[in-house]
């Protein structure tokens, strides 16, 4: 593992241009070396992979040396890419092993959030619009999205990675990639788990929260596993909202306009509609309805 771990660190200071072959073979290298690097995680007892050792440093670094620049792991325009690859790009490949990494115990979500990961992913993707022909995929925005819910399992971790404006980074890519699937089941799964935070839910509200989990109900009113975790947070979002004809300001999240309103019933009750045999589902879409209705 060692070996593997030194040579993403190399490839991760080898200086190449953009646009060239030799750009092209290192990400290409970079890619086998991350799902290898995934498939190991998966193989290693506690005793061998744990804060503080060596090993988990050096992983750390290499997710940190991607996260930093991801444009630099970026296959050069033009180049011919199968399904997968578009799929599996550096960037996702990181995040999968993220997940190894975040999955093995709260002493290493820990870490992973105290070293400033969620930091450096709100600012890999606030980079994209700054690289001419870059921007983030559906597929690295579900990565991303999934790597924060997991992330945000305990509550002190939760409590940094709202300062790192995370919330706001999901709300900007589910209404990216409104028709995509995976973005908006990761983005409702990871808001969902940050409500559990009170001051949470403010910043949900003002940060466009509240308009991106509506619109994913009306995308995907027939999807239960979205719609049942969208309503529960669009239940705890609504007991302090406070109807207000007018334009709202973002910084107004207790106000609530009509327009905002109307969008909020719409997809609520296309929801109850697609999904009437759930008992769940009817019984909150009830409640949020009786609220405004």
């Known amino acids: ?16 241009e953009p646009q060239t ?25 506690a ?21 930093s620049d991801s444009s630099y792991w970026r296959t050069p325009s033009g180049v011919s890419l199968t399904d997968d690859d578009k799929a599996t790009s550096v960037f996702v490949c990181v995040n999968r092993v993220l997940l190894k990494v975040a999955g093995r115990g709260p002493k290493e979500r820990e870490a992973l959030v105290r ?59 589910m209404q990216k990639h409104e ?7 990761r983005g409702c799964q990871f808001l969902h788990q940050m409500s559990l935070e009170e001051d949470s839910k403010e910043r949900i509200g003002r940060q466009g929260g509240l308009q991106a989990l509506t619109k994913a109900l009306m995308r995907f ?14 239940l705890l979002l609504c007991w302090e909202l406070e109807y207000r004809e007018g334009p709202v300001q973002s910084a107004q999240y207790r106000s609530v306009n009509s327009a905002v309103l109307h969008g909020l019933v719409n997809g ?10 759930v008992e769940l589902i009817q019984a909150n879409g009830i409640a949020i309805l009786n609220k405004w209705v």
């Open 1 to 16: 593992m060692d070996a593997l771990l030194d040579r993403l660190w190399e490839l991760a200071n080898q200086d190449d």
């Open 21 to 45: 072959a030799q750009r092209n073979g290192r990400i290409t290298e970079a890619r086998a070396l991350w799902r290898a690097l995934e498939v190991l995680l998966s193989s290693l007892n």
């Open 47 to 67: 005793h061998d992979f744990c804060v503080g050792d060596g090993t988990f440093t050096k992983t750390l670094a290499c997710i940190r040396s991607v996260l």
């Open 115 to 173: 070293d400033g990961v969620a930091d450096l992913m709100v600012r890999c993707c606030d980079a994209q619009p700054l690289h001419q022909g870059y921007s983030l995929s559906a597929a690295e925005g579900a990565a991303a999205l999934q790597t924060l819910h997991a992330l945000a399992a305990e509550a002190k971790s939760r409590a940094g990675m709202l300062v790192s404006q995370t919330i706001r980074l999901s709300s900007q890519l």
């Open 179 to 185: 028709s995509v699937f995976a973005v908006q089941l």
């Open 221 to 234: 009113p027939a999807e239960k596993e979205l719609v049942v975790i969208a309503l529960d947070l669009l």
């Open 268 to 277: 609520v009750v296309s929801a109850m509609r697609m999904l009437k045999n």
